[in-house]
């Protein structure tokens, strides 16, 4: 079960971190993902991390702004969101796929096999 937290209001240029509890199975297992989907719009990839957390991958519209982290021991997936502007609002979900290969990342939504329930992200001009 992965449970996303860390949704709300913000400003633009504003901050939020988001964040990923993985319940019921080791974090380190996994090939992790951040995705967002606004009204009306496919869902898109936002950012990846490998397993072992050393390889990290974002889309050109995030990349310089937001950060992926993960924390094995605690079982939880990171998003620090950075100069957020109104293009960033959308429902973020994170996403799981289980990996034999310690620094392989995904940015595809069907390579991921597990998927939280989402929160949401507003951010007012």
């Known amino acids: 079960q992965l449970q996303a937290s860390g949704g709300g209001l913000v400003q633009s240029g504003g901050s939020l971190r988001l964040s990923c509890v993985v319940r019921g199975r080791t974090l380190y297992d996994y090939i992790m993902g951040w995705f967002r989907q606004a009204p009306g719009k496919e869902r898109e990839f936002v950012a990846t991390i490998s397993r072992s957390g050393r390889v990290t991958d974002y889309p050109a519209s995030v990349k310089g702004r937001f950060t992926i982290s993960r924390d094995n021991d605690k079982n939880t997936v990171y998003l620090q969101m950075n100069s957020l502007n109104p293009e960033d609002t959308a429902v973020y979900y994170c996403?799981?796929?289980?990996?034999?290969?310690?620094?392989?990342?995904?940015?595809?939504?069907?390579?991921?096999?597990?998927w939280g329930q989402g929160t949401q992200v507003t951010v007012s001009s």
């Open positions: 996403a799981a796929d289980s990996s034999p290969f310690v620094d392989v990342i995904r940015t595809v939504v069907t390579n991921y096999e597990d």
